[in-house]
């Protein structure tokens, strides 16, 4: 599987993005889907998750209620809509694959990642 992300770009506090991450292979719609990100000098962190059917989501704490993973398994592609952005959401944002059941927060669960794409909110 090949992943790649898009959509990152600057943005003010307050505003939006959406991102993407189209996957390449059919086996997409068997997959759960996660996204991390990773500030400079810090560790990569969960964001969001969804199973394959895309019936279950997950958050991390930071962005719940702002952020909304979604998924589209005809076109082999998953989203992060990203409202009310904070200068604290600056980071790479990268998008993984799980090829097994059940939604996983580690970065280590995952076994195929995208390239990553920039998100700098300004304050």
């Known amino acids: 599987v090949q992943l790649q992300a898009s959509g990152g770009g600057l943005v003010q506090t307050g505003g939006s993005l959406r991102l993407s991450c189209a996957a390449s292979?059919?086996?997409?719609?068997?997959?759960?889907m996660g996204w991390f990100r990773q500030a400079p000098g810090k560790e990569r962190e969960f964001v969001a998750a969804i199973s394959w059917s895309g019936s279950s989501t997950y958050y991390a704490d930071s962005v719940k209620g702002r952020f909304t993973i979604s998924r589209n398994n005809a076109r082999n592609t998953v989203y992060l809509q990203m409202n009310s952005l904070k200068p604290e959401d600056t980071a790479v944002y990268y998008c993984?694959?799980?090829?097994?059941?059940?939604?996983?927060?580690?970065?280590?669960?995952?076994?195929?990642w995208g390239q990553g794409t920039e998100v700098t909110v300004s304050s």
């Open positions: 292979g059919r086996t997409f719609s068997t997959y759960v």
């Open positions: 993984a694959a799980r090829p097994k059941l059940g939604v996983a927060t580690i970065p280590d669960e995952y076994d195929y």
